[in-house]
């Protein structure tokens, strides 16, 4: 499934123009990419929008497309490679050992009462098991809803609540740089405060911490597996628009939202990615080092390398355990093709030893692609030079399921452009809007990133049973249009690429000036002292907002004497207002050693603010390290 003869003559722009004009026939070509137990009698169903269906009436199934269709070519080739080095343990699965254990998962969730259309929740590390409950469930036609390993009770009780599972697969703990983080007792509270108890808990007992089990409703899952080791679950073809997942994203107040999935179209939107954006072929190698917790997890962890027919690496680990290198040592050893990762993780290496980037044969990559935040132009070009490979950045959403802006390689040789994350893919009809008008702006003009429904296959169907907060959420922010916003700022340049100014709500308002943090972050970034940093907005008497920055520097000994930092501040200030103007001069640059940020790389901005106005942080359920909001405050009570 590499890039494909007939889209090497077509310009990305061409492909993208025809998957707007003849959105049927362009989709139809790209279903052939998966296999199908029954055909659709209809590409593309808009009756009632903004609801898209996609495939309407043909019956398929993910894990077939991940597993079973592999058997009779690739039954011996690696599919699942789990690498820990939190337990110092490696296990490569082929994919016929992989379908004998999805199997067996699928017969324990049967044999406990799971129906298709049933919930499941999966809470756990990033263990293979994790991967098989999730497979399992796309193979008897249940609904998976991951949640993030190690979330606090209330988060997994409002959760539970939301998709009422019947079932909840769990393990006793996870563990992150050396440190065992229980989960049981985190899951036992929490199915004590839910209101939608489930009816059975299987527990995975990886002896890392005791726990106590609940009779009658928890269940041993090595003593299951002993049980159904020989018995068959045949697939449950599902109508394409059956639900496939829900998964709830992060950071939201009130009720989460369950972004709702479909079977069909999500299968073939990443069967299409991974030919045309991350150009991976059948019987190689994909490491992505996000987490199944997360909606990269889902699409280019587990289901979208294997529906390419390629064996993806699970990892559970951080990128500086035992050493800075370990990343790349694992891209020798299993000759990693492709490989996915977050400029967090690049930020974090920024700091390391370089020689870690050189030490390791590194001949099998073509090239790193980066998304989860903003990339800034400083960490691509360090990267980029540092291994040689092609960098390339990708711009989507949870809601999204895959790329929506990008450079696709397997249809055209597109170069990429530091700072920007690309181009619209294919069936994406991207716009830049006024915010106030809903007309659509110019060449280097800011605007909301806004898509013209239908939204292509693989993006989310609604919210999980609320599609009036679907509605209202998404497509009634622009005025007078029905579009779907992001709620992100961007422009784009005379050549077509955009870039991504930061959330529509970061923006702040200096003395009735508009700016947007993210252009200040990218500014400060450009220092070389500077290893990574995070701007806010602060309320001001006297000009409304004011920004402030805070700094994680490369040499921290660089500001251990006042005067030195003080220097330093004045420089990043004088860097700020020679390249944005006066206007956007941070009122304080502080500097502080890690910032605020979840498990999954994401700074912590909200919470950053609130601090520096004295409020309550909020929800910090899924804070990497609470010392960073210490620091912070440390830094703000030093104020000069």
């Not at 398929?60 to 039954?75: G, K």
């Not at 193979?139 to 993030?148: D, L, M, N, P, Q």
């Amino acid at each position: 499934m590499g890039a494909g003869d007939a889209t090497m003559d077509t310009s990305l722009k061409e492909f993208h123009a025809r998957s707007i004009a003849d959105r049927e026939g362009f989709w139809a070509e790209q279903a052939a990419l998966i296999d199908w137990h029954e055909p659709f009698g209809r590409v593309l169903d808009y009756s009632n929008p903004p609801f898209t269906r996609w495939f309407v009436g043909g019956r398929t199934n993910l894990c077939h497309n991940a597993i079973d269709r592999h058997l009779a070519s690739r039954r011996d080739s690696p599919a699942l490679i789990h690498v820990s080095t939190e337990t110092d343990s490696e296990r490569v699965y082929s994919f016929g050992e992989l379908h004998r254990e999805v199997v067996r998962m699928a017969a324990i969730m049967r044999a406990l009462g799971v129906k298709r259309g049933d919930r499941v929740l999966i809470y756990m590390p990033m263990i293979p098991e994790a991967t098989f409950a999730m497979l399992a469930c796309a193979r008897i036609g249940a609904i998976h809803s991951v949640v993030f390993g190690g979330f606090a009770s209330h988060s997994l009780a409002s959760r539970i609540d939301d998709a009422s599972p019947v079932l909840v697969v769990s393990a006793d703990a996870g563990s992150r740089a050396g440190k065992v983080v229980p989960y049981k007792p985190l899951l036992d509270a929490a199915i004590g405060m839910a209101r939608n108890k489930p009816a059975g808990v299987v527990m995975v007992d990886r002896g890392l911490a005791p726990f106590e089990r609940v009779a009658g409703r928890d269940h041993d899952y090595a003593a299951l597996r002993e049980r159904h080791m020989d018995d068959d679950v045949p697939i449950e073809w599902l109508e394409s628009n059956e639900v496939s997942y829900t998964l709830y994203t992060s950071g939201t107040t009130g009720v989460p939202k369950g972004v709702q999935r479909d079977v069909g179209g999500y299968a073939v939107a990443l069967a299409a990615s991974m030919k045309y954006i991350f150009c991976g072929n059948a019987g190689e190698t994909y490491f992505s080092t996000s987490d199944i917790g997360w909606v990269v997890g889902h699409s280019y962890i587990v289901y979208g390398p294997l529906i390419a027919g390629m064996a993806t690496i699970m990892y559970e680990g951080t990128p500086l355990r035992p050493d800075a290198g370990i990343l790349w040592k694992l891209v020798e050893k299993y000759r990693v093709t492709v490989m996915f990762s977050a400029p967090t993780a690049i930020r974090v290496l920024k700091k390391q030893d370089p020689s870690w980037l050189t030490r390791y044969d590194l001949s099998s990559l073509r090239a790193l692609f980066l998304a989860g935040e903003p990339l800034d132009e400083p960490t691509a070009r360090w990267i980029g030079e540092a291994l040689g490979k092609p960098i390339v950045d990708n711009y989507w959403q949870t809601e999204t399921g895959w790329p929506i802006l990008t450079v696709a390689h397997g249809v055209e040789k597109t170069p990429t452009r530091l700072g920007s994350p690309g181009m619209p893919m294919y069936g994406y009809d991207l716009r830049l809007l006024h915010e106030q008008t809903g007309e659509e702006v110019g060449v280097d003009q800011k605007g909301v990133v806004a898509i013209v429904p239908p939204l292509p296959p693989g993006c989310m169907q609604t919210v999980w049973g609320d599609d009036e907060r679907f509605v209202k959420t998404y497509f009634t922010t622009i005025p007078g249009r029905l579009v779907y916003s992001t709620f992100d700022w961007g422009i784009r340049d005379a050549d077509g690429y955009y870039f991504i100014l930061g959330r529509t709500d970061d923006v702040i308002n200096v003395a009735g000036h508009r700016l947007g943090t993210r252009e200040i972050e990218e500014s400060l970034s450009s220092h070389p002292a500077v290893a990574e940093c995070a701007v806010v907005g602060v309320a001001d008497s006297l000009k409304g907002q004011v920004a402030m920055a805070f700094v994680v520097l490369k040499d921290p000994s660089r500001v251990v004497a006042p005067d030195a930092k003080m220097a330093l501040e004045g420089e990043l200030m004088a860097t700020v207002d020679k390249q944005l103007g006066a206007v956007a001069r941070p009122s304080r640059v502080h500097f502080v050693t890690l910032l605020p940020k979840t498990r999954s790389g994401k700074v912590l901005r909200r919470s950053i603010q609130a601090i520096c106005e004295a409020r309550d942080p909020g929800d910090l359920t899924t804070i990497e390290d609470p010392g960073a909001l210490d620091q912070l405050r440390q830094a703000l009570g030093s104020r000069t």
